[in-house]
């Protein structure tokens, strides 16, 4: 299944109805982010057809200019966040590269990394503020859609409310690896050292599917 046909099942379905008319009328009065034409950009950059990795995010970030549709990412010119910050920095620590000095991913993306919040949507400065309008019963659909692709596929769980979706993940063709959120507040519980980019290239290749290049 395409995510074009995925969309076309879901958007005729009461709770996608409701959810589209919550978001049109914040955006007529709030400040909604990411801006209409990223809502679904992780999935245009990403085909169901090409995913080779998952990472999973909750909500967009809710800063001015930081959310573009892809999760952790933020485009050319807006500091890099700090649970990208210590991504960066784990990559660095298992590869001999140095790592871009702006925080947008587009580049993983392309290459079949499917960056996807589990909330596709958030008010200004105010983060959660769309956790339960069903954006979370859109992305399960997604997310069991693609746990059935026959491809290999690389889970990459960050964190309780990312590894809270591994009772879905039964493909035995895929892999999950699991640690703690790359956040300052949890990055010292287990996502530092974990090598976890690393065990992710190594099951692709094992696969016989090209590894990804996470620096540029």
């Known amino acids: 299944m395409t995510f074009t046909a995925l969309y076309e099942q879901e958007s005729v379905k009461p709770y996608f109805k409701e ?3 919550f978001i049109q009328e914040e955006r007529l009065k709030k400040m909604i ?4 034409e990223d809502l679904f950009r992780a999935f245009e950059l990403t085909p169901f057809d090409q995913i080779k990795v998952v990472i999973l995010g909750q909500d967009p ?9 892809l999760c952790f990412s933020v485009p050319k010119g807006i500091p890099i966040p ?7 920095k784990e990559i660095e620590s298992v590869y001999p590269v140095r790592m871009p000095k702006h925080g947008d991913l587009t580049h993983w993306a392309t290459q079949g990394v499917l960056l996807l919040n589990t909330i596709l949507t958030v008010e200004a400065n105010k983060p959660l503020s769309h956790q339960n309008k069903g954006w979370e019963t859109f992305t399960l659909e997604v997310i069991k859609t693609i746990n059935q692709l026959d491809q290999p596929i690389c889970f990459l769980l960050f964190g309780a409310h990312a590894r809270s979706y591994k009772m879905y993940l039964n493909n035995p063709k895929h892999t999950v690896l699991e640690t703690s959120h790359p956040s300052p507040l949890s990055n010292y519980r287990g996502f530092s050292g974990s090598g976890v980019f690393k065990s992710c290239n190594d099951y692709l290749e094992k696969m016989g599917v090209s590894p990804i290049k996470w620096h540029e």
Not at 61 to 69: S, T, V, W
Not at 82 to 88: A, C, D, G, Q, T
């Open 33 to 36: 982010y990411p801006k209409k």
């Open 82 to 88: 700090p649970s990208l910050i210590n991504m960066y």
């Open 19 to 21: 959810l589209k008319r």
């Open 61 to 69: 970030y809710h800063g001015e200019g930081q959310a573009h549709g």
